[in-house]
């Protein structure tokens, strides 16, 4: 027997996705489609890497409105723990 769909909430954004060359996302958009995402593991690989490459939305999320589990999550075996997200990612990511 299937599961009942779950009605997820519309998300918009004020603007287009995409307003600038360097093709960075609105961050309401990005904060929305993260407080929607149901992978813990997706949300905080997303932060990790948002934070890592510098991207200039990041500061405008809000990361304690999403549930981020608890507990560290593992991306690749043998890989380093990133503190600040408690996740798993390969050596060759973190600084």
Not at 23 to 44: F, I, W, Y
Not at 49 to 73: I, K, M, V
């Amino acid at each position: 027997m299937r599961a009942p769909r779950v009605q997820r909430p519309r998300i918009s954004c004020r603007r287009p996705v995409h307003t600038r060359l360097d093709g960075d996302p609105c961050p309401t958009l990005t904060q929305q489609l993260l407080e929607n995402c149901d992978s813990v593991k997706a949300k905080r690989l997303f932060l990790f890497l948002a934070r890592r490459t510098r991207r200039p939305w990041f500061r405008a999320l809000h990361p304690r409105r999403l549930d981020l589990g608890s507990g560290p999550r593992q991306v690749v075996r043998g890989g380093k723990l990133d503190k600040t997200h408690k996740i798993t990612v390969p050596r060759e990511l973190e600084k």
